[in-house]
């Protein structure tokens, strides 16, 4: 192997050489990155140090395996800026042990720094088929970027026995899991005017820190475990020597379990304990660390007591009921900077246990892609408990399956024959499923009604039953997970509905008139005024002047008509594996392209399927089953852009300033995909080539006053936050029962920031620190359209224009009511339970600033906080500003009207 390569390397510091790993006394221990002829070999004693300055001194055992966690750190790390390399322990020891002098390195080396570290690192066996997500031979093939040649360790791969024999279709992994080296993204500009599709570049400053923030804390735990031993007076040597056993790899045909599996019973009992019990057995796991918040627990009363009248005569049984609010730790519980872990694995832990122990549960996502996640996780978490076969007792439920497959989940879920389901809304109500224990609730649902329907579905009988919300990194969850008294107390929210909406009332007139002739002067009570006019263009008239259903829709008009959704369309995905040609699902129109692209994986009751082909002439997609690790991402982008002024309305007697209702174009296109490990780590990019999607709707549109941009750029405000803040202020009044009625858009931001409630079509433009792209300027504009109806909406928009004053004066009074000082806001003021998002990209500041311009009213420029300057490598965090940053955001033109067609203008009493 050559041992001396050249190496290109954007160093954000310029410097000639950084020392990548020092010891405790400050003297450089190596440097792997010195620009020009650095290498792994050039330094055999990269890993060495000095004794730790410790009260209690080190035995030379743990002086040699410090050596080897710092060998270890140095290229575990390195590794991870190759994506596509796998760290299993054959593969990274040789050059471990290059690291440390030549010392052999053993598994049970690596089971004592599991043993003194074990929420930082993961060490086991898994299946070679998941291991090998993409392998060196398939990365050379590819044009891989040449950062991944940065580094070549000397002895890369296997070089000698693992010490023992494994069974020949598993692969002994190795991964730090405490934190993730986070990327410098480099896009460029292509010629539609978005990103190039590029993989990340990850700069040495970034390296150097998460190595020596690893190399600290292995000294603390050190530290910590010499205190304890010798407080218990045992000898620290013996006891990491007894110690190292529990976390010593098992093969699933070695006949042992794991010391999570031995702790579990070994059948699924008919008859449960109670619930508190349950709960106390799961406190004593290894992977319980507080997560249960207080004053999250248990709950007897009724939701909203004080709303309601008392009715105590109640013929429904039920028990006890224990509410939980779980919140996700962090990767390294002692370390909050590491970030929090995934609330997926957290919902699938909690999941199989309660199942291994005889409750029956029900666990609900937002979307449906958590629910395949999930579904996915909780495969995983039985099998790592030893427990594969209870798989096939746990089925999803969601929108796409087809009726036979729904029917069918429900009556054996009913029946008994299921233990659990991992479920959309869909099963929130109407369905009958039986005598349910527990209910999972995976992230803040929509709405406090949707949580407290979703907490009602266990304990309907006369036995104890529980309640878990489970909280991700939304604004939304922690915001509960500090307040949980809120999930209570709070008022349900307001359901709002447009009876005028044409497009639904049709189908109800339709299926009304085939039942019972319509008379329009009678039943205009009870369809509205536009019943006449609907009769007259659409039913058939009889002698008698009463009007029937229209031919189109006979003999059986309910089938044309949809409860759910307003679109129609759909294409069916069959899976082709071993020419089994089976339809397993159908998807809407509105998610085909984001979801069954070709090269992407998709997921159906948790399996993997990977997408062949997409024939839209004929509306199907091919799919196989694929047994792999990783997911993929679409990149897409979606402008929306008001095109023709139809009305106007004044904001405020205060000020000029108006809003706009008219016609809307959407324009998205998906113009790649990333493949993704499931630490969200970008594995591959991947271009396509698919056809524009052009939509057209009906919205209303705020065009920011020229004064509110000034001012956020005197305060160095990031004013697309602002915009964002201000949209997602409003949007809580715009929405008819859930977010997918409504979808908006700040056009100041580089794309579109939310459609229909799906991650989806999260756009990869919406970052803090994605650079400037001089193509994709915006025009600084709040834009709110009708994501369902088509060219002429849905009705909700023209409904909001109607009350846009009344609207934004209730949002600028919210803002300035809220109690909180975080400069992002909280849920309270300008987060919302619903931004898919997450709410990332927020300025209270800068939203106060636009409502309050739009309304004509003074703004305390002296009062306003200053942001901070986005410099490349730095992501804002919790109670910082976020800086003005990028200059994609110009002053916005108005839209004139169409060409002999008359704007309608209204006033404020109009």
């Not at 190596?30 to 080190?58: D, F, Y």
């Not at 007697?653 to 959407?666: E, H, M, N, V």
């Not at 998205?668 to 698919?690: N, Q, S």
């Not at 919302?832 to 106060?848: D, R, T, W, Y």
Request: charged residues 25%.
């Amino acid at each position: 192997m050559e041992t001396q390569r050249k190496r290109k390397r954007d160093d954000a510091d310029g410097q000639d050489s950084t020392p990548l790993v020092k010891d405790h006394g400050g003297t450089d221990t190596g440097s792997l990155a010195k620009r020009g002829t650095s290498t792994a070999s050039s330094h055999p004693n990269a890993a060495s140090h000095s004794e730790p300055s410790s009260v209690i001194p080190w035995p030379e055992e743990l002086k040699a395996l410090s050596r080897i966690h710092r060998a270890l750190n140095v290229v575990y790390t390195f590794c991870c800026t190759r994506q596509h390399y796998t760290t299993t322990f054959e593969k990274i020891r040789g050059s471990v042990e290059s690291q440390t002098g030549g010392r052999p390195l053993t598994i049970e080396d690596v089971a004592k720094v599991k043993f003194l570290i074990p929420q930082s690192v993961r060490f086991e066996l898994s299946d070679t088929g998941v291991v090998s997500i993409m392998g060196v031979a398939e990365a050379r093939k590819k044009k891989v970027p040449e950062i991944w040649n940065d580094w070549e360790a000397e002895g890369m791969g296997s070089n000698g026995s693992d010490g023992g024999k494994r069974p020949p279709d598993t692969e002994l992994l190795f991964e730090f899991v405490d934190g993730d080296l986070k990327p410098e993204s480099q896009p460029g500009v292509g010629l539609g005017g978005y990103e190039d599709i590029r993989t990340p570049v990850y700069i040495q400053k970034k390296m150097v820190a998460l190595i020596e923030k690893r190399n600290k804390k292995f000294t603390n735990a050190v530290d910590t475990f010499l205190a304890v031993c010798r407080q218990e007076n045992v000898d620290p040597v013996q006891r990491l020597e007894a110690g190292k056993d529990i976390y010593m790899p098992l093969s699933p045909d070695s006949g042992s379990s794991t010391p999570a599996a031995a702790k579990l019973p070994a059948q699924i009992p008919k008859i449960r304990r109670s619930i508190a019990e349950i709960i106390s057995e799961i406190k004593e796991q290894s992977w319980y660390y507080n997560q249960i918040v207080k004053g999250g627990g248990a709950y007897e009363g009724y939701f909203g007591i004080d709303e309601v009248k008392l009715t105590d005569i109640d013929g429904s049984p039920s028990g006890r009921k224990e509410f939980l609010c779980w919140q996700t730790p962090y990767k390294d519980p002692n370390d909050a900077s590491s970030g929090r872990g995934s609330s997926i694995d957290e919902s699938a832990k909690i999941f199989c246990q309660l199942i291994l122990r005889g409750v029956r549960v029900i666990a609900f996502c937002r979307i449906r892609k958590q629910c395949e996640y999930l579904l996915n996780a909780i495969k995983d978490e039985f099998r790592t408990l030893d427990r594969p076969d209870v798989s096939r007792f746990v089925m999803g439920y969601r929108g796409g399956y087809s009726p036979q497959d729904r029917r069918k989940i429900e009556r054996e879920m009913f029946e008994g024959k299921l233990l659990g389901i991992v479920a959309t809304n869909a099963l929130e109500l109407g369905v009958d499923i039986g005598t349910l224990d527990a209910v999972i609730t995976h992230e803040f649902p929509h709405s406090i009604s949707n949580f407290r329907q979703q907490s009602g579905r266990a304990g309907r009988r006369n036995k104890d039953s529980l309640s878990i919300l489970v909280a991700g990194q939304s604004a939304a969850d922690q915001h509960y997970m500090n307040n949980p008294d809120d999930l209570f107390t709070k008022p349900n929210c307001g359901l709002l509905v447009d009876l005028e909406n044409e497009l639904v009332l049709e189908g109800h007139v339709q299926c009304a008139a085939f039942e019972m002739p319509i008379h329009p002067e009678n039943d205009s009570a009870y369809f509205g005024s536009q019943l006449a006019h609907l009769a007259d263009t659409r039913l058939v008239k009889d002698d008698m002047g009463f009007y029937h259903c229209h031919e189109r829709f006979r003999p059986n008009p309910s089938k044309f008509v949809s409860i759910r959704s307003i679109d129609e369309g759909n294409y069916a995905i069959i899976d082709t594996t071993n020419n089994r040609n089976v339809v397993i699902e159908e998807i809407d129109d509105a998610r085909v392209f984001f979801t069954v692209y070709e090269g992407a994986i998709y997921f159906h009751q948790g399996n993997t399927y990977l997408v062949k082909e997409l024939n839209t002439s004929k509306r199907f997609a091919r799919v196989v089953r694929a047994h792999v690790d990783w997911i993929t991402e679409q990149r897409d982008f979606t402008n929306v852009d008001p095109i023709e002024t139809e009305a106007i309305r004044r904001i405020s007697r205060l000020t000029d300033y108006r809003a706009f209702f008219g016609k809307i174009a959407i324009h998205t296109l998906v113009y790649g995909y990333f493949k993704k490990d499931k630490k969200g780590r970008i594995l591959d990019a991947v271009a396509l080539d698919t056809p524009p999607i052009d939509k057209m709707s009906k919205g209303l549109w705020l065009d920011v006053p020229k004064t509110a941009l000034e001012i956020l750029k005197s305060h160095n405000l990031n004013a697309a936050a602002a915009i964002h803040a201000a949209s997602m202020q409003s949007c809580p009044y715009f929405r008819l029962s859930d977010f997918s009625r409504e979808t908006f858009e700040q056009n100041a931001k580089q794309g579109v920031l939310s459609r229909d409630q799906d991650p989806r079509t999260r756009n990869h433009f919406f970052h803090p620190l994605a650079p400037p792209t001089p193509r994709r300027q915006r025009q600084a504009r709040l834009v709110f359209y009708d994501a369902k109806g088509g060219s002429s909406g849905s009705g909700i928009t023209s409904k909001a224009f109607e009350f846009i004053d009344s609207l934004l004066v209730r949002a600028n009074s919210r803002i300035d009511t809220c109690t909180c000082t975080a400069a992002q806001g909280c849920v309270e003021c300008v987060c919302n339970e619903l931004c898919p998002e997450m709410n990332l990209v927020i300025s209270k500041a800068g939203a106060s600033v636009i409502l309050k311009c739009l309304l004509g009213l003074k703004v305390d420029v002296d009062s306003l906080p200053w942001g901070t300057e986005l410099d490349r490598g730095y992501e804002p965090g919790p109670g910082s500003e976020l800086a003005q940053g990028l200059e994609t955001i110009i002053e916005a033109v108005e839209v004139a009207g169409a060409s002999g067609k008359e704007i309608r203008i209204y006033d404020l009493d109009t």
